[in-house]
Nanobody
Framework: QVQLVESGGGLVQAGGSLRLSCAASGRTFSSYVMGWFRQAPGKERDVVASISWNGGRIYYADSVKGRFTISRDNAKNTVYLQMNRLKPEDTAVYYC?????????????????WGQGTQVTVSS
């Protein structure tokens, strides 16, 4: 069992930056693939980025490539999402998720545990 708690969301102007954190409970954090998803009002929840257990493999959605960076610190049981050059279309609730499966999955059905979400709002 893993519990995930996101933090770091907020209101920022376009072009600004935010850093999201996701703190995980449990001793087996390092064995999980971790992902960040987001859901805008009226839209489906989509993957933003995912990272393998040791950070050796990373996936980014095309919409965030070159602007967002996912990382993890297994000693701190934490995964991060650094978001730079934010755009109004990045506005969404951002969720952290953990998967027990091997591989960098883009579907939310592959993830077993979810945080409560943190709101990110980018003003134009």
């Amino acid at each position: 069992q893993v519990q995930l708690v996101e933090s770091g969301g907020g209101l920022v102007q376009a072009g600004g930056s935010l850093r999201l954190s996701c703190a995980a409970s449990g001793r087996t954090f390092s064995s999980y693939v971790m992902g960040w998803f987001r859901q805008a009002p009226g839209k489906e929840r989509d993957v933003v980025a995912s990272i393998s257990w040791n950070g050796g493999r990373i996936y980014y959605a095309d919409s965030v490539k070159g602007r967002f960076t996912i990382s993890r610190d297994n000693a701190k049981n934490t995964v991060y999402l650094q978001m730079n050059r934010l755009k109004p279309e990045d506005t969404a609730v951002y969720y952290c998720a953990a998967s027990q499966r091997a591989g960098l999955f883009t579907s939310d059905t592959a993830y077993d545990y979810w945080g409560q979400g943190t709101q990110v709002t980018v003003s134009s």
